[in-house]
């Protein structure tokens, strides 16, 4: 099992089951857009608008969750210097940070028609705003500091930092007055959403979680 901690194995993982994945995310992605566009019904207040949340929903849910595994990769790296940590959240920031703007932009869209604004700068968007923002710079270390070393050890601390904004965006409709909604689908309590509308957002959700491990295996 402590090989698969070695970035070599990783990468011939990585070539036996990506075109598997592929295949898979087209036909779940396809199924889930079916359903979202065509099967699931409309909103009795928000219309048609609604089915924007089947992209919405997975691309926010995503960008958290890469970014979440951004820093305890990064907390690893700083700690127990193990090669595979650095080089897994490097991979994993280019998708979190394209499911982050989609988020972003989604959000607007759906915003503009709900709410009667494209934007508002309360806690959840705000937050999310600064999520796009590590994202950049964590990905702009990368880019411009040639020195791998030096690099991974400024990441590695920008995503740490970073993290603290998690449980911020998470919690913000709690903890604040917000325009945005509670969330719908919680760990502790049954989801408020309608089976009609979550079959498809999970559909969604799983084919965008496939879709991130196609391009977490292609970066890796």
């Not at 990585?14 to 992605?29: E, R, T, Y």
């Not at 889930?32 to 566009?37: D, E, H, Q, T």
């Not at 890469?66 to 193990?82: E, R």
């Amino acid at each position: 099992m402590l090989k698969l901690l070695f970035p070599n194995k990783i990468l011939s993982l990585s070539n036996k089951l990506i075109n598997i994945l592929i295949l898979l995310m087209v036909f779940i992605i396809i199924l889930g857009l079916i359903n979202a566009l065509y099967i699931s019904p409309a909103d009795y207040i928000q219309g048609d608008s609604v089915r924007i949340m089947y992209i919405h929903v997975p691309a926010s849910l995503i960008s958290l969750g890469c970014f979440a595994l951004i820093g305890i990769s990064s907390f690893f790296s700083l700690i127990f210097k193990i090669k595979i940590f650095p080089i897994m959240a490097k991979s994993l920031a280019p998708v979190g940070f394209v499911f982050t703007l989609i988020s972003i932009v989604t959000g607007s869209l759906w915003g503009k028609p709900t709410w009667g604004i494209w934007w508002v700068w309360d806690a959840r968007l705000t937050s999310m705003l600064i999520l796009l923002f590590f994202y950049i710079t964590y990905l702009f270390v990368w880019k411009i500091i040639n020195d791998y070393e030096k690099a991974k050890k400024i990441s590695s601390i920008i995503a740490i930092i970073g993290s603290l904004n998690l449980p911020i965006i998470k919690y913000s409709v709690d903890w604040w007055a917000t325009l945005h909604q509670p969330s719908s689908i919680t760990l502790t309590s049954a989801p408020t959403i309608h089976y009609s509308m979550l079959v498809p957002l999970i559909i969604m959700l799983i084919g965008m979680i496939l879709f991130t491990l196609v391009i977490f295996f292609n970066e890796i």
